[in-house]
C-alpha cells in the first residue's frame, strides 16, 4: 500500500462518496474493499458499520429486517456475502414475471430455496436466501 494512499482512502470512507447508489453490489463492494484496504482499517465492526452504511437503502432495509441468523457484526466476509445474495434476489424479482401459481420451497439448514416459474416462458427459477 503506497504511502500517500491511506488519507485519501480514509477521506472518503468518512463522507457518502463511496456509497453504492446505482451501482451493482459487486461494484460497491469492490471499491469498498480497496478503501478498507488503502485506509488501513482492520477492526471488523468498523468494516461492517461502514459497508452496511454504504448500501443501497432497500438491500439496507431487507439486512436490518434480518433477525434470525444474522451475521455476526464482526464478520464482514458474511456481510459482504449477504449483501450479494440479497441484492441477486432483488434483481430476479425485478427482471422476471411470476405467476400467481404455489411456489414450491426446500429448507436445507441455514439456506432456504424458493422456485418460482416465470409465466410467458414456464421457466424455473430457484432464489436463495438465508435464514
Known sequence: MPLDSESPAINILETTAYFQGKR??????????DLIYNS???DPKTVVVKFRRGLDRRILTALAGMTYRRPSDTD???WFRLAVQVYQ???MRRSTSLTD???SRL?????HC???TVY?????YPSYTVR
Open 76 to 78: 464482514r466476509e458474511a
Open 89 to 91: 434476489n432483488q434483481q
Open 114 to 116: 424458493t422456485v418460482r
Open 24 to 33: 451493482m453490489v459487486d461494484d460497491y463492494l469492490d471499491q469498498f474493499r
Open 120 to 124: 410467458r416462458t414456464g421457466t424455473v
Open 40 to 42: 488501513g482499517y482492520t
Open 101 to 103: 401459481n404455489p411456489m
Open 107 to 111: 429448507d436445507i439448514g441455514k439456506l
